[in-house]
């Protein structure tokens, strides 16, 4: 049932009007518009095997059903409540618009998502991992770029790949597209300007193809760096993966003294409360410095 994407033929014309609002209002990108067709889609393929011919025909029973399937299936939490999210905003649409008398999932409870905090690296292991990567070699030169800037800036794995050299090359303050289409800035300090300088006057040139273009990053191969090449570079180097410089970019600035808003703003993030699971990361540093230093504690 995961796999179907294409909503019930009594639905499909709802569906696609909805996903097509979402698109242009809310500029979402076409990755999260795709995530909310499969959980749509999945509930109504589910209303339509216990025979629901119209959304009208939907009650809360249906989303209990389908909510109990997810559970027997191992779905993770993350997973369950990202759909019911999905499904209330979608018949939160439909009754607003007169399309369905009464909203069936609006007052139906779902799950809360696991408190997880964010994996950040601790400081002095971070540079020291950082500074090791000291080879002139070409890779060795893009290595270190990747990792510089990516500390420096608390840059989105998709966001570093899709840089070019025209938007980087001699600027200690650069302009990225992030979720949505909406752009930010971010300042990149003198370690990552001189590991980009570097890489652009004695790496780059040495790898980059016909086909390159302006791509910042580039393989061996000669093309443009994709995410999943990044992550590779990253996870080799650090041992962890890119989300978790942004997460060390993000906890440093604060245990330094950044307010949230600000952090918010470089990391690009559309809500504060997103941000603020950063203040229980620093929480916990400050509680274990404390911990750790104070002859009373």
Partial sequence: MAGVSVPPEWAKEDVEGYLGRLARQRRLS??????????????????????????????RNDFRRFFAYLNTRGFARSSVVRKGSSLRSFFGDLHQRGCI??????????PKADSR?????AERQLLDAIEAVDGSAPVD????????????????????AALTVP?????????????????????VGIPAQR??????????????????GEALFVGVRGGRLDPRQIR??????????PHALRHSFATHLIEGGADLRSVQELLGHASLGTTQVYTSVSNRHLRSTHHRTHPRA
Avoid: M
Avoid at 197 to 204: A, K, M, S
């Fill in 30 to 59: 076409g990755h999260t518009v795709n995530a909310y067709r499969g959980d749509i889609t999945q509930f109504l393929v589910l209303c339509a095997k216990v025979g629901r011919r119209s959304l009208g025909e939907i009650d």
């Fill in 195 to 212: 590991a980009i300088g570097r890489w652009l006057e004695e790496g780059r040139p040495a790898l980059a193809g016909a086909h390159a």
């Fill in 167 to 187: 938007q980087v090359e001699g600027r200690d303050l650069i302009v990225v597209s992030g979720k949505g289409g909406k752009d930010r800035a971010t300042p």
């Fill in 141 to 160: 030169l893009r290595d270190r770029a990747i990792l510089e800037l990516a500390y420096a800036s608390g840059l989105r794995v998709s966001e570093l």
């Fill in 101 to 110: 008398p009464f909203n069936p999932a609006g007052a139906l409870p779902v």
């Fill in 232 to 241: 590779r570079v990253v996870r080799s180097r650090l041992g962890s993966f």
């Fill in 117 to 121: 905090l964010p994996v950040a690296l």
